[in-house]
């Protein structure tokens, strides 16, 4: 019997706890938070070839991680509860997560035994059209998960000009060929690309930046492109204990005044404000736009003052624990 039968739910769709068997009952310390609107965060592993400036898995906290055996059985079972609890977001991210192939294919094989309403890679995409050798078969990246049934991939590219990317990865490994990478996504039924582009100041973080992105992704047939605001560090006693310092700088130098370039986009002709939402249960919020035909997202973030008593994110790390927030190990779920 396959995982998706054991689930019974209330009219409203949400999942009927009495119902939920053995150690998941309303007693378990998860039993009441109920996570429909939670999503689960992947990490495979916080390496990586680059070495961002602004890169957040350096400002937070990183446990070590468990070989990949015990990291894919506690996925399992991780993974399970989080879907008998409600949740419906599987969101696989790093540290760059096509450096830990075998976990992401074990994970995303998992996953196909579930109703998901979203599963996506987060990637810098370097490595999607290299080939990878996985159970005796050899093939490039992007196609590997697009067979381990893999559709949304979301890729960070921050500059459409090659050379100022390649000066933010800080690194001496190639930069992501996004055009090549979005002609092999487009040839691939369903899959698709959403461009991540973090807003900073001296790269792109104007109108005028914003609009020149838009018209590149639209150029390589991507419709769908997020701005991210740099994350605000609040509470740092907690929110920067574990960071590089010279990354925290280098973001509070580049960060931008994000309310003022919502203000200057919802007066760029043709620019169709839709709506705004919440973001991880009010911890910030995302702004969608429709501009001639591009789904524009724009998304601001707090860090350091979540409620310690909840999930922000079920965030499932690579020592295969569960974590209410990134904030350090004293946020590690306890069961
Ligand atoms: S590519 Fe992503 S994970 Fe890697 S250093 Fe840059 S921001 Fe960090």
Sequence with gaps: MGEKQIVRTSKDGSPTFALLRGEDSLSHP????????????????FGCGHDCKFCMTDIRYKPNEANTITYLKRFKKSLNRYYRFGGRKVLITGG?????MERILGMLEEA?????????LYTNGSRLLETYE???KTKKIVEHLYDAGLRHINISVHHYDPKKRQRLLNSDEGVCDIVEVAREVNKRDEMCIRLNCTLMRDYIGDVRGVIDYIGFAKRIGVTDVYFRDLFHLENRALSIRFAEMGKVEFTDNQRINFDGLIRDIK???????VKTMSRHVGQGKTILFNYNGVQVWFGTLEIGTENAN??????????GNIYYNMNGPEFQVKS
Excluded: H, S, W
Aim: a positive charge; glycine letters at 6%; proline letters at 8%.
């Design 30 to 45: 998860l039993g009441n938070l109920g996570l429909r609107d939670i999503d689960m965060k992947v990490y495979p592993t």
């Design 112 to 120: 196909q035994r579930y109703e998901l309403d979203l599963i996506v």
């Design 134 to 136: 996985y159970r005796g």
């Design 96 to 100: 760059e997560p096509t450096k830990a």
């Design 267 to 273: 007066r760029v002709p043709n620019m169709q404000f």
């Design 310 to 319: 909840r999930f922000t994110y079920f965030a499932f790390m690579p020592d």
